[in-house]
Each structure stands twice: as C-alpha cells, then as structure tokens.
C-alpha cells in the first residue's frame, strides 16, 4: 500500500464491512460504474439527488457561520427547504464560541495515518475550561438507532474523536485537547423534535480507540497482494456493494462480526462530500 | 520567514524548499487553516501531501493544509461565495445556486449557440470542435488577464494586417462569446472563463471576501508563479499584504503554459511585493553536459541578429558529450523509429530502468505510440503516453456504448449501421471475432436496424457458433430493459432502512420522462456487460473507459438538471424535444460525442490519458515541460521537423495579443512572429536540457511520417553546434 495512504472513515467502514471492498476501492482504486446501490431504497435517480441536496445543505451551512447570506427562496426543493429551516430554528449559544467550518485534520495511529473532516469545530481555547465540539449535520432517513449509544458506536465518531483528541493542538494554543475535552454532536436534519444527540469522550475511550484502531489499521495495510485482502462474510455487504457484479456473488455466509467491529448501517450522506475532501 | 521569492533554474531545489517550508508550519503548530498552498497542477499537490506523511516525529499530528490550484480555489470560492457577487455579476435571477460547466458542457453550450452562424467560418476551414476550442480560449484569455469580451475583436483586430475577412470573423468570435456569457448568466451556469471573471471583478474586491483571506491565508506558498496566469498574480499580490509569511518559486526557463494564459512578466512584478529575491544558480537534476548542450542550442536562438550563437569550443566539446550515438539518419520515418526503439532495447538490456527513458516529439500521433508500443512490447518493455485530452469518440469502447444506446433508444430513429453493430459485439462479447461479429450484425440489423430484435433462427448460431446465443440474448434483452421506464432494478432494494415518511416529500413530485443515458449504461454495464460472457469484466482499462463516458454523460445530464433548464431555455435551434426530457438530454449527448465536440480541446488542466510506472514515456514536447517530466535518456524524435519551431494554428485566438503585456493598437508583424517563436524555441531547448540527467539521443529521417522533407531550425541549431564542434 501507498505510504502515503491516509486512512478515513469511509475507508475503515469499507474495511470492516470487506477487506476485499477495501482492497478494491482504496488499493486497486478499481473503477467499476454499476448502478450504485443505496441502503435506503431509492432509485437510483432519486438517491443521486439526495446526495446533491446533502451537499449543498454542507455548503450552505458553511456560508451560514461564514456570514454569507443564502437567499431565501434558493432551495430547489421541498425537502431542501426543510432542512434549511430545521437547522436556522437550531440553537447554537451552548457550543464554544469559536467556529470552524470544513476542518480536515490528521493524525498518526503507529505509523499510519487517520484523516477526518469536521463540518464544524466549535472550540474554545481561551478559557480554563477549554473545550472542543465537533458537529455533523446527518440528513440520516431512518427510524429506528437514533440513541447516543448507536451513534457513539459508528466508527465517524470514533474516528473524528481520536483524531480531534490526537490533533487538534493548533486549535488549543499549542497544547493537544485532553479528551475530557472533546465531544461530538449529530445534527439531525429530518428531526427537528430530537435535533442533537451529544457524544461525550473520555481518556478510557480515547485509549481503549487508540488501540481498535491501531489493529485495524496494521491489518488493513499489511495486504501485499489481493488476496491478502480476503472477502467479507455478511451476505447484506455484499447486497449493498459496487463490486457485487465483479465478485459474482449475491451473498455470503452470515456470521458475526467480530467483537472489535463496528456496524455503521445506515447511509451517511457527508461521504460524497468526504470522500472528495482532499480539494485540488 | 518573510516574504521569499525564489527563483532558479528546473532542478535547482526550489520545490523541496518549498515542502520543507510547508513542513515547518505545520510542526510549528501553525493552524492548518491558515496555511495556503497554490501548485500548478495535481502531481505537486501530491508531492506535498506525501512530503506531510512522511514527516515523523511529534509534527505528525496535524492539520490538513489547503493544497490546491489556483483554479481550484478560484472555483470553490465562487461556488461558495456566490450570493455575495451573483446579483452585481448579472446572473438572473440573483437566488439561484451556481452551475459549474466543465470544458465539455461549455462546448455544447456554445456549439448550439453558434449553430446558425457557423457558415460565416467555413474559410478558416477549422473542424467544429477547433472553432469552439478557440472562441473558448478566447474568453479564457480575456478572464485570466482581466479585459472585457467588447475587447476581444479590437485586440485581435488591431493586430491583424492581413486580409479584411479575417476581422469579420474575429468580430463573430466576439458576438458568439457575447451570446454564450449571456446565455450563462440567466441561466447561472458558469464556465471556467465566468468562473474566473467573477473571481476577478467581484469576488476579490468584495470587503467579505478581503477579510475572509486576510483572516483565512496567514502563510502561502505558491510553485511555479511563472506558470500562472496575471489573474492569479493579482490574487497573490492582495494576499501578501497582509499575510506573515510567504514563500514563492519562479522556475527560470518556464512559462510554458503561454497558450493556456500563463505569463512569466506578470508573475515577476510579484517580486517587488516581497522582502527578498533569492536566485538559486545550479541545477543538480542535469548533468554539466547536457547544461551546457542546452546552453549552445538555446543562444543559437536567442541573438539571431547578431553574431549568431558563436559557440565556445569548450563548450561544444562539452555538449556534445551529452549526446547519445544517433539512433540512425535514415530516410524514412519508419526506419527513424526502428533506430530509436533498438536504442532504448539496448539502454533496458544494460540495465536503464523503462521510465527513465522518455521519447520526445512535437506531436505525438496515434500512429507514433501504436508502433512505439508494437515495437517495445516484444522486448517486454511498457510505453506510456501523456497527450493532451483525447475525443472520448475514438476509443472503440465509447463506440460499443453508443451503438448499443442508440439500438437501446429506437425512439431517437438513429440507423446502426453493420460495421458499427459488429464492431461493439466483438468489443464486447468474449472471444468473438469481427467476422462472425459481422454476419450477427448483418442478421441482425436486416430484422431491425433501430433495435436488437432476438435472433432465434438457429442458422446463424450454427454458422457462427451457439456459444454465442446467450451471451446475444442477454444483450437484446438487457438493452430492452435498461432503456425501459420502469423503476430501475436496485441492487440493495431490499437492504435494511427505509425512508422515514414523518417529515419527507416525495423526491420528485414530477418525474423526468425516460432513463438518463448514464443510467442506462450503469444499468447495461450490471446487468450486461459486467456479466461472464462478455469480456469487459477482464480488461480493467476497458472498464476505465467506461466510468469516464458515463461520468461524462452525467454531468452532462446534471448541468440540466440543477439550472432547471425547460423547453424554452433550450439554447440555439429547438432539437424537436423538451430537455426536461432524459431522452432528449441523452440524444443530445450522443450528437455532441458523436461530432467529436465532448473532447477537451482547451483543459487548462489535464489528466495523463494513462499512468503505467515502469514504462518508456512517450510525450509531446510541450506536455512534457508543463507536466514537469524528468528523465535519464531523453530521445527527440524528428529533429528535422518544423513542427519543434511552429505555433499552433490558431486563426481565431492569439497567445500573444489576448495577454496583458500586449500593447493594443501595435500590429502583430513578422518580426513579432519571428521573435516569440525564437524565445520559446531556446526556452523549450533549455527546459528539455534541465530536465535531463544523462544523454539526449537526437533521431530524424529525411522524410517525414506525411513524406515531407523538411529542414528545420532545430536541426540547423544542431548541425551549428554539433558540427562545429566535430569540425573542432
Ligand atoms: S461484493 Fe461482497 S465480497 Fe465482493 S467486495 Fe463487495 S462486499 Fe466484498
């Protein structure tokens, strides 16, 4: 593997779902233009649509703490609408006062390296009690898991919060955020009853992700050839995967995932933004 | 740090100070934010990411710097903070979001707004795609160096002193710009130049914006100024008054970008915005020999009205060291390439690494690489190409595809014809050949030549083989789906989480009509193509081929979409169809790819067509300076040709005359001609000799590939240098 590879959320959900996933995606980087499948049972049209919505809802909250006003009546649809007047109903005076929009950091795990991209970090170095919030606007459709414990468990937040606790010591006057520091809070678009689910982190979590993800990260980059990256054993990855043609297969054998594995089943409409993040 | 100019020549370090800088900000627990890093193209930016990796240490823990071109930048701040400038630009209405046009979708914008004035053009005799290229560069240029579009016809025309109809024709360049800028501002769609004149005029003037980068862009470094056009040099020029530091690089030769706007006198006055001009002398990627080799040609062109390049003996001796034996004078151009290709078997058999091997050339043909590449192969030795952008219509892949949407969409009544059919089944069937490819298409097309209708006459499958019955059938059948309005199969329809209905709308309340054509492939490709039997599952690069016209067919589609363009915003003649329709959407791609106008003529950035380490680079001469190649062995094939010394035809845009050193009201005259073309001729000698580490092996024939004799200056420098020194 490259290097220079820099680990992400997307690609360690892909790891944990399928080496093999991972093996095609990030290392033979293999273009493979099916119709891409979606966990929320759209088609394939409508869902493309939901992902650009997704996107400029990011970009239109960029202008929001940017000061650039976002016309009123600009919103190309009905859903669109209601997200924007969910999020300017939100509350913000309880989040530090400093804002940061689209921050990218990253941070060593062994001798590789985590990247994360914050749609927004609230911090507030200058006072004693100093502390860091990372905020993501989800436009999650889903039900059911909307409990902090689900939340804390996606591998987003345990990535954004070792990061963040690892590197964000320029946001700190120098000095690395204690994770008693550091929390992480989801906006959630469609609903506006149940807005925020908060996230807090501590040293214990911070350690006992430092060594998940340092396993993780060997096992992802010690393949030296394709076959070193085996196929996943859960049918339902392979039901909602790109390479499904090129494996020709339809499932798998169900098994558990192991202890350390993290579910993250539901669709995460920041990942088309995320995943281009790195900005040429 | 200060404010640091850094200039020298290729090789002589500026880069890697440049991402030793970028490393020292980042360990000093500088904000990642507030560092800018502008390069020219993305293979620096990847230098700069790697360099960050590798950094160990503490300084590990880090943020993410912005690294990025500065068109990139240019586009995201537009996009961004478009609300702020949209209404002053002129787009109406003001509210609607921007739509960024690629190179592709502005050519189809402006081909349809150009379509009933294209006979005012027919004596330039320039194919479609060439006139729209260069009506684009022209509003590129006016952009990047800040002059009007009402400007464009009075430079060109001012210059020009040949015949009057040449004017008429610069002034229709201008009215078709006028007409297209419009179009794009009530419909908010921009192209790059719009992108790049509301950067210029709003954008950096905005007070919020001001802020935004004094707040934002604390410490910049910027590769390769010279590279750049006065547009940037504007942008950085605002930013070092107030940033702490800054670090920037000049690469002396360069300004070989002159023909996508870079302007090597505009990016030096940034020199008086800084506290120190440093000049790094030595090149430590040449050898002294090859130096010094460029150093004689290059003065063969650079006094030319005096005393003619008199070459110090020393210093022919010296360069004509750099030279390899010369891979055979012969006369025809074949026997040329069979000089070159057994030079290179010998360099790999003594142990030469293929990708230290680059082979150079004005133009690199198709027919240059097939024989390079037939010719290395049965050595076991890879060639890769870097060519500007090629029409996407020529790859045989492309072909298939549109073949099979036109037989997916009878609706469109587009004949297919037998070669055409027969030529995508053998693309895309395994193991059939084109002659039993042939007689399937000639059954086939007799039934039906607007659809595939199934063949179950077992005669044909008997002359041809009834292995190839199935794999027909799921074709016929796959492109009677996949153009179909049903509800397209989804792979994960039945993988858990639904849409929740407590806050939703329906997605689209009013559904477009038809299949998208990027969607119909997708769907052919999984139900079909991908599928055993047919042999795109097995050729990764034919797979590439595919991702990169269905990408291209649906951000074609999406530029439609998202500027909500109806039946009475169709641009140019009506084409009998709504465009709110995904058939008339798709039609109309099929049109454009199939004139060859979806082929980025003018990109001011590209990609490499196909990246292969540990292959012999094959590169146009000028591709080579501007993707900033190094090599060990460099091969400069037909030395004799004028194509090393000519510009370009452009009859409707000027390199020259749309820049912002251009004194308007001056004539562009011979002497003018003569001069530039000797400047960049001794610039590109010595870019070529600074990038080349060990020898230079010169090859040439007497005729040309088209049976030309030509004697060229190069090959006259040449014989100037290196004979006199022989003569010594
Ligand atoms: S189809 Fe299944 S096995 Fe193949 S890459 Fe996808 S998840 Fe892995």
């Not at chain 2, 709003?202 to 910027?222: C, E, F, G, K, S």
């Not at chain 2, 069979?338 to 142990?351: A, F, K, P, T």
């Not at chain 2, 024989?371 to 492309?398: F, N, Q």
């Not at chain 2, 769907?523 to 990169?548: G, H, I, N, W």
């Amino acid at each position: 593997m490259d290097a220079s590879f820099k680990f992400s959320q997307h690609s360690l959900n892909d790891y944990v779902a399928c080496p093999r996933r991972f093996y095609l995606h990030y290392v033979a980087k293999l273009a493979w233009p099916v119709v891409e499948p979606n966990p929320i049972g759209l088609q394939p049209l409508d869902y493309q649509r939901y992902l650009w919505r997704g996107t400029e809802l990011h970009r239109w909250i960029e202008r929001y703490w940017l000061g650039i006003p976002t016309p009123p009546d600009s919103a190309p649809d009905e859903e669109m609408r209601l997200w924007w007047d969910h999020f300017l109903h939100l509350e913000f005076n309880n989040l530090p006062a400093q804002r940061i929009p689209e921050l990218g950091l990253v941070a060593p795990v062994g001798d590789h390296l985590l990247y994360a991209r914050f749609d927004l970090l609230a911090c507030d170095a200058s006072t004693q009690a100093s502390r860091a919030v990372i905020v993501d606007w989800k436009t999650l459709r889903t039900s059911n898991h909307l409990s902090a414990h689900w939340f804390a468990r996606r591998i987003q937040t345990r990535v954004y919060l070792y990061v963040l606790a690892t590197a964000g010591a320029p946001y700190n006057g120098g000095q690395p955020f204690a994770p008693e520091q550091c929390s992480m809070r989801y906006w959630l678009a469609n609903y506006p009853d149940q807005p925020w689910v908060d996230i807090p982190y501590s040293t214990a979590d911070y350690e006992r992700d430092r060594t998940w993800l340092l396993g993780l990260l060997e096992r992802a980059s010690s393949g030296q050839t394709e076959e070193d990256y085996a196929r996943g054993s859960e049918q339902r990855q392979c039901m909602r995967c790109t390479y499904q043609t090129l494996c020709n297969r339809s499932g798998g054998i169900a098994c558990s995932t192991g202890p350390d594995a993290f579910e993250d089943e539901y669709f995460d409409v920041d990942s088309a933004a995320e995943a281009a993040s790195i900005d040429y | 740090m200060a404010r640091v100019y850094l200039v020298g020549p290729p090789g002589a370090g500026k880069t890697t100070r440049l991402i030793e800088r970028l490393v020292e900000l980042v360990g000093a627990n500088v904000r990642p934010d507030r560092i800018l890093v502008l390069v020219t193209q993305q293979a620096q930016a990847e230098a700069c990411q790697v360099a960050l990796t590798q950094v160990k240490g503490s300084f590990r823990a880090r943020g993410d710097p912005a690294i990025t071109t500065f068109y990139g930048l240019a586009q995201r701040h537009v996009s961004l903070f478009f609300p702020l400038i949209a209404q002053r630009a002129g787009f109406t209405p003001p509210q609607r979001e921007p739509v960024m046009l690629n190179v592709e979708t502005a050519q189809y914008f402006l081909d349809r707004l150009i379509e009933p004035h294209l006979a005012g053009f027919d004596d330039l005799k320039l194919s479609r795609p060439r006139l729209l290229g260069q009506v684009l560069d022209c509003m590129n240029k006016a952009a990047e160096c800040g002059f009007g579009l009402d400007e464009i016809a009075t430079r060109l025309s001012d210059a020009w002193s040949g015949e009057s109809q040449r004017l008429v024709s610069y002034q229709r360049v201008q009215d078709a710009a006028a007409s297209f800028r419009r179009y794009c501002l009530d419909h908010s769609l921009l192209d790059f130049s719009l992108q790049i004149d509301v950067f210029s005029r709003y954008l950096l003037n905005a007070p919020t914006y001001q802020d935004y980068i004094t707040a934002h862009y604390r410490h910049v470094l910027a590769d390769n100024v010279e590279e750049n056009p006065p547009i940037m040099h504007d942008f950085l020029s605002q930013v070092l008054q107030t940033c702490d530091s800054c670090l920037l690089t000049e690469d002396n030769p360069g300004g070989f970008r002159i023909f996508l706007g870079a302007d090597v006198d505009s990016a030096r006055r940034l020199r008086t915005r800084c506290d120190e001009v440093v000049t790094l002398g030595e090149c430590h990627t040449a050898s002294p020999a090859t130096i010094a080799l460029g150093q004689a040609l290059s003065a063969q062109f650079e006094d030319f009205a005096t005393e003619a390049g008199q070459v110090p003996s020393s210093v022919s001796t010296l360069a004509r060291t750099a030279l390899g034996e010369q891979p055979g004078n012969t006369k025809y151009w074949a026997g040329m390439l069979s000089g070159v290709v057994e030079h290179i078997n010998e360099l790999v058999r003594d142990g030469t690494a293929p990708q230290d091997i680059a082979v150079l050339a004005p133009y690199v043909e198709d027919i240059l690489v097939f024989e390079m590449r037939e010719s290395l192969r049965r050595t076991g030795i890879r060639v890769r190409t870097v060519r500007p952008s090629r029409p996407l219509y020529d790859h045989p892949i492309v072909r298939m595809l549109v073949t099979f949407a036109r037989l997916g969409h009878p609706e469109w009544e587009q004949r297919v014809s037998v070669p055409d059919l027969a030529r995508a089944l053998a693309v895309s069937v395994e193991n059939l050949d084109l002659a039993r490819a042939q007689l399937i298409a000639d059954v086939a097309l007799r039934a039906s030549s607007r659809q595939l209708v199934p063949l179950d006459n077992p005669s044909i499958w008997q002359r041809v083989g009834m292995r190839f019955y199935s794999p027909y059938a799921s074709l016929q059948q796959g492109l009677a789906r996949a153009a179909t309005d049903d509800p397209l199969h989804t792979p994960s329809s039945s993988a858990p989480g639904t849409p929740s209905s407590r806050h939703l709308p329906p997605d689209d309340p009013e559904p477009k009509s038809g299949v998208p054509l990027d969607l119909f492939w997708q769907q052919l490709f999984t139900e079909v193509l991908s599928q055993p039997q047919f042999q795109l599952d097995q050729e990764l690069e034919a797979v590439l081929v595919c991702d990169k016209l269905i990408k291209s067919a649906r951000s074609f589609r999406e530029v439609f979409e998202r500027a909500q363009l109806t039946v009475a915003d169709w641009p140019g003649p009506h084409p009998g169809a709504s465009p709110d329709s995904m058939g008339a959407i798709g039609q109309e791609y099929i049109k454009t790819l199939s004139a060859n106008i979806l082929a980025a003529q003018y990109a001011p950035e590209h990609e490499p067509d196909v990246v292969e380490e540990d292959a012999v680079l094959v590169a146009p001469a000028y591709t080579y300076l501007i993707n900033n190649f190094r090599s060990r062995y460099q091969f400069w094939l037909e030395i004799n040709s004028l194509g090393w010394y000519e510009r370009v035809y452009q009859p409707l845009t000027h390199p020259y005359v749309l820049s912002r050193q251009w004194q308007t009201g001056h004539k562009w005259t011979e002497a003018d001609e003569h001069r530039t073309r000797q400047a960049m001729m001794s610039r590109l000698i010595r870019g070529l000799t600074y990038r080349c580490a060990d020898r230079i092996f010169l090859a040439s024939s007497q005729l040309s590939i088209s049976g030309q004799e030509e004697s060229g200056p190069l090959a006259r420098a040449i014989f100037k240098v290196v004979g006199r020194s022989t003569q010594d």
